[in-house]
């Protein structure tokens, strides 16, 4: 399968962030941006399969800047290195005060989509070709993060088999 270039797959989306998207502390509600996102993962997954594609995984969401009330988030997102049905997506978020003009990179997240076929069964990804350092970086430790992904799902799997579906007031 012939590979795609990143830019192929990326996806720009920006939004002002207005009071109602705050919370108590007058920051951004951090299940706000997670939704912001995990939407522009997908159209990227979806551009570079061209499939349907389900998420897989959200590895990590790092908040490193709280967001204010009135600026804008510039959410930038790209395929950062492919398996063979899966595809990682890096998504950085810019918070921009539109008033001085600041901007800070506010949030980082790698996140995991898996194409689809006709029957639903995951299929087949063409391979991503990195051109920028940026790009290069993100690709080369691609691998490194998959294997700590597959160590985490694991874990996960041993975890939900210890916990039951026994409802609060059944349990000893």
């Given at each position: 399968?012939e590979?795609k270039y ?21 920051t951004?509600?951090?299940g706000?941006?997670m ?19 389900v998420?897989?995984?959200?590895d ?5 800047y709280p ?8 959410l ?5 290195w ?8 890096f998504?950085?978020?810019?918070a ?13 997240s790698?996140?995991t989509?898996?194409?689809l ?19 290069i ?6 691998p490194?993060r998959?294997?700590?992904r ?7 799997r ?15």
């Amino acid at each position: 399968m012939e590979g795609k270039y990143v830019n192929e797959s990326r996806a720009v989306k920006s939004a002002w962030v207005m009071p109602q998207d705050t919370n108590a502390h007058g920051t951004m509600f951090g299940g706000k941006l997670m939704s912001y996102i995990d939407d522009i993962a997908a159209i990227t997954a979806t551009r570079h399969a061209r499939r349907p594609v389900v998420t897989a995984s959200t590895d990590s969401v790092d908040f490193l800047y709280p967001i204010k009330p009135g600026s804008s988030v510039c959410l930038e997102a790209f395929v950062s290195w492919t398996h063979r049905s899966s595809m990682e997506i890096f998504v950085k978020v810019i918070a921009e005060d539109l008033i001085s003009g600041e901007r800070k990179i506010a949030t980082t997240s790698f996140l995991t989509f898996v194409a689809l076929d006709e029957n639903g069964r995951p299929t087949e990804v063409p391979p991503v070709i990195p051109q920028s350092d940026e790009e290069i970086m993100l690709h080369e430790s691609g691998p490194d993060r998959h294997e700590v992904r597959k160590v985490r799902k694991e874990n996960s799997r041993k975890f939900a088999s210890v916990f039951t579906l026994k409802k609060p007031w059944e349990r000893d």
